[in-house]
Nanobody
């Protein structure tokens, strides 16, 4: 059951930028921390970025630190991932997730029980 919907993916050249958006479908996620994960063909789903409910704490994978920015607008019930200086290795399906449990850590999929269907990001060289 999809309860989050991602948008904003597409095809860009290396060095370009994209902004992904994530909005709820059918319910809200008040009080939830949110995260972005990505999965490339043949690879495990990996952590990209996370943000707490208040937007006062953010975390990033080392591979995207300094290039990606996660943010949220709770009035719009929307989470964003601004991606700059994109590299071909960023190519993946990007998933938005809501952290419904504090089990596991923020960079693990374990605590994220609500997911979107994903949006494709392709970066050409």
């Amino acid at each position: 059951q999809v309860q989050l919907v991602e948008s904003g993916g597409g095809l860009v050249q290396a060095g370009g930028s994209l902004r992904l958006s994530c909005a709820p479908s059918g319910r809200t996620f008040s009080g939830y921390a949110m995260g972005w994960f990505r999965q490339a063909p043949g690879k495990e789903r990996e952590f990209v970025a996370a943000i707490n409910w208040y937007g006062t704490t953010t975390n990033y994978a080392d591979s995207v630190k300094g290039r990606f920015t996660i943010s949220r607008d709770n009035a719009k019930n929307t989470v964003y991932l601004q991606m700059n200086s994109l590299k071909p290795e960023d190519t993946a399906v990007y998933y938005c997730a809501a952290r419904s449990s504090l089990r596991g850590s923020y960079d693990s999929t374990v605590g994220y029980n609500y997911w979107g269907q994903g949006t494709q990001v392709t970066v050409s060289s």
